[in-house]
């Protein structure tokens, strides 16, 4: 292929990913807030009658996240970062701009549909895959076109050395596929039975425990290949380009690279301890979650390394500090996570809400922080205008600091409580507390939640007005930024 | 040494694929057949415990409730007998839940009875003082889903050799004979209930999904 | 042996060979840019100089690439 000064790269499938990637954000974190204040102040679950109770809502909160949120941010993320670091325009390719439009609207009315019947109570119960049959197929699909689209670039390219970054959306793609498409392995009961019943229903193919070491398999590894592995290739790619300084080590990113692959997938069995998996499943999963650490403290040490020297950049950048907050939260989290997948430790967090309290430091402070990084450095090169206001990001970084420490302290002490008090014993061996007296304490902890996520709530919603902001109002660029994102 | 297979992407997703695929296969595999065996002469759920076990679902209880009652002498004494990989050989989805905003279900057919969970679905907090779970009065208008709980146990015999009798068959005829044997259970966990509601729809021989899902409920022991 | 045994024997050999291939890469990312037949770090500059038009680090197929360092 001939290079061609008129040629550019082109954004339009990333502009409308990012799009989306708001759009669900915004959802899924209003339901989440709703969630959180329901169990606060129960009165709440009355607003929707039926579809509206906590139970029906929390699926629709984790999965418009997932697959709504991440997917999408995940998408336009690649469709930017992916063209610039392969230098090719996808504009080169008519068959690949075609198809990433299919994968997009096929992506949005999936989603939408799929979110729609889990409020209506369609759902197969494995978490983070509650999606019935018919919606999984049309995941798996887009997920394919993904896929094409991913390696077809690639084949088309002109850098030939693959960047660190394509590792790991490469082995996003991967990872899920493989995940998604056995845990999701169902027979739908109105074909198996002669036609009847709702067409709807599925049975698992796998039953009991072996159905749980499937889901958490799942379950862990999705988080793996979806909150870790992509928003990694993300960071890789966008502190560097930000702060004008290329990676600390190339070497530890190529090394924390494969151990992250290899050592990650062991530690799913640690969602089951104390429970009936064989104990040297158990085993293995406490032992993989320790050795988990290095591989993601790597990857963490090397980005924090990359600002060495130029750390005056935090002060004069707000996108460097979203950045550097969120490979703090994420060293935060990929500790929290072995101490949790200890077995003693285990046996009083799991299942009480420090679980919530880990999941939430982690999406909230590393996941949606790099996202909002991204787009705020993404936005002003692709509509070509300058970041609307430069002070309005900084009070809403703040915010939003405060709101996720807000949320894992309060987990934190709450899970902590109810843990220790279920297991309290009386000088007689008899158990101090009924279980409602280890719901109602928890009451205060539970606003504190609320109030974080209304703080983040309207975070988000000023993030959103500052992207609307820029694209229709913010001063015209003449040339696209070498590093520094320019903001007023 | 490596190098060969970063620049090539066929062969670096494919080496990508085997690094993620072996942990998978040495902790899922082995284990396969043993983990999935029921325990002797244990029966699966009826027709109608589905239907409970789907409004189960559909209501998403399992976001606050587990079916897991791990070994300690906390839990047993909360909750009675640890529970065994055997017992769960049936259950498809598996509902071990993974956080207890409520107590553990595991057992609960031992301790409450069918007027319990009448009264408690209705109105939580008056039976239990404090509770934050909102009450299900849907679930005593809606009607429970019964031919697919139906099509469900003809699945489970016919694809996975779940051992139910010759009466659970494919076609609609099949269930339209095995329905009164459903309805008459239903009746007689609705004989110790005392909405209008439900009394009303199992005259007209339909079953609300309270019936099913307190069916469900009291079966699991 | 019964399998538990043997997932004992299994256990013990893969953490040796994992821990060996673990330094085996490492001591060769090291040595082979000591050597100067690769310089890892400027893949790194790939993210800076990202312009449709900029040149690429690599652009000629590895085989003939590494040939050509080679000859140098």
Redesign the interface.
Known sequence: MQSNASLEYDYSLAKKFTYLTILFGFLGMLVGTLIAAQMAFPELNYLLGEYGTFSRLRPVHTNTVVFGFTVSGIFATWFYLGQRVLKVSLAESRFLMVLGNIQFWLYLVGVLAATVSLVLGYSTSKEYAQYEWPFDIVIILVWVLWGINMMGLIGIRREKALYISVWYYLACFLGIAMLYLFNNMEIPTYFASGGLGNPMHSVSMYSGTNDALVQWWYGHNAVAFGFTVPIVGMIYYFLPKESGQAIYSYKLSLLSFWGLMFVYLWAGSHHLLWTTVPDWMQTMGSAFSIVLILPSWGSAINMLLTMKGEWNQLTENPLIKFMVLASTFYMLSTIEGPIQAIRSVNAIAHFTDWIPGHVHDGVLGWVVFMMMAAIFHMTPRMFKREIYSRKLMEFQFWLQTIAVVLYFTSMWIAGITQGMMWRAVDEYGNLMYSFIETVVILEPYYMIRTLSGVMYLIGFMMFAYNIYKTVTAGRKLSTEPQFRTPMA | MFHWLEKNPFFFAAAISIVISFAGLIEIVPNFTQAGRPLIDMKPRTVLEIAGKNVYMKDNCMACHSQMIRPFKSETDRYGAYSLSGEYAYDRPFLWGSKRTGPDLHRIGNYRTTDWHEAHMLNPPLIVPGSIMPAYDHQFVNLADIETAYAEAVTVKNVFHTPYGPEVRRGREAWEAYKPTLIEEARKIASDMKDPRVIEAMKKGDVPEVVALIAYMNSLK | MD??EM?GYANFFMTII?VLI?Y???I???R??KKGE?D??K??????D?????T???????SQ?EYKEQSK
């Open positions: 399998i538990r997932q994992l673990l085996g890469y490492i060769h990312l090291y082979s840019e690769r890892y770090e893949y790194g500059k790939i993210a800076l990202d312009n449709i038009t900029s690429p680090i690599e652009d000629k197929p590895a690439r």
